[in-house]
């Protein structure tokens, strides 16, 4: 099992950066594929980020591509979302999420495990 729960969501200026973390607590030393997803308004949830162990490459979407960073610290078991040259695009609820197995899909129903999401909005 496990639990996942981030913080850090704020409304900025368009331009400006925010960090996203995710606190995770798991009751084994198994590693998961970690990501991070979004969800505009009136939009479908789609995945922004993922990456399996310290050291492995992250892939991002098209989207987010240099402008956005995942990270991991494994000491604090967290997980960081950077996000630099925000838009109002990217105005939406962030969510955590993590899968046992392969890191290679954004497929949300391959992640058994999500956070409550936090909420950034991006004004112009």
């Known amino acids: 099992q496990v639990q996942l729960l981030e913080s850090g969501g704020a409304s900025v200026q368009a331009g400006g950066s925010l960090r996203l973390s995710c606190a995770v607590a798991?009751?084994?030393?198994?590693?998961?594929?970690m990501a991070w997803f979004r969800q505009p308004p009136g939009k479908k949830r789609e995945g922004v980020a993922r990456?399996?162990?310290?050291?492995?490459?992250?892939t991002y979407a098209q989207s987010v591509a240099g402008r956005f960073t995942i990270s991991l610290d494994e000491y604090k078991n967290a997980t960081y979302l950077q996000m630099t040259s925000l838009t109002p695009e990217d105005t939406a609820m962030y969510y955590c999420?993590?899968?046992?197995?392969?890191?290679?899909?954004?497929?949300?129903?391959?992640?058994?495990?999500w956070g409550q999401g936090t909420q950034v909005t991006v004004s112009s």
């Open positions: 798991k009751h084994n030393a198994d590693n998961y594929c």
């Open positions: 999420a993590a899968r046992s197995g392969v890191c290679n899909t954004f497929n949300e129903a391959a992640f058994a495990y």
């Open positions: 990456v399996y162990t310290i050291g492995a490459r992250p």
